[in-house]
């Protein structure tokens, strides 16, 4: 995991205490991308399972994956795909 992951990682532990955080570091694959040369951030994936979700919309539910990681979403993230879920909707998919 990079250091990056691990500092996202970090944050959104802090910020929503989820039960289940998985992060994808995937920018190996947009390397040269003109985005990501002139941002210098990565690409990454989050599955988030936390109850700081309940009753929230999806676009509140993002507010707050970006409020969470603050200045990292204007300086070491370029894009980032979240996919953020209660732990009752995330039990229902399992099922």
């Not at 390397?31 to 929230?56: C, D, L, M, N, P």
């Not at 879920?85 to 039990?91: C, G, K, R, S, W």
């Amino acid at each position: 995991m990079s250091t990056r992951s691990e500092k996202i990682k970090q944050l959104l532990q802090q910020g929503l205490t989820p039960v289940k955080l998985d992060i994808y570091d995937d920018s190996q694959s947009h390397a040269g991308h003109r985005g990501v040369q002139e941002s210098g951030g990565g690409h990454f994936y989050a599955t988030i399972v936390s109850e700081a979700f309940e009753g929230k919309t999806l676009i509140r539910r993002h507010q707050l994956v970006y409020e969470a990681l603050g200045e990292m979403m204007r300086t070491d993230i370029h894009a980032l795909s979240i996919k953020a879920y209660t732990p009752t909707e995330f039990e229902r998919l399992a099922n």
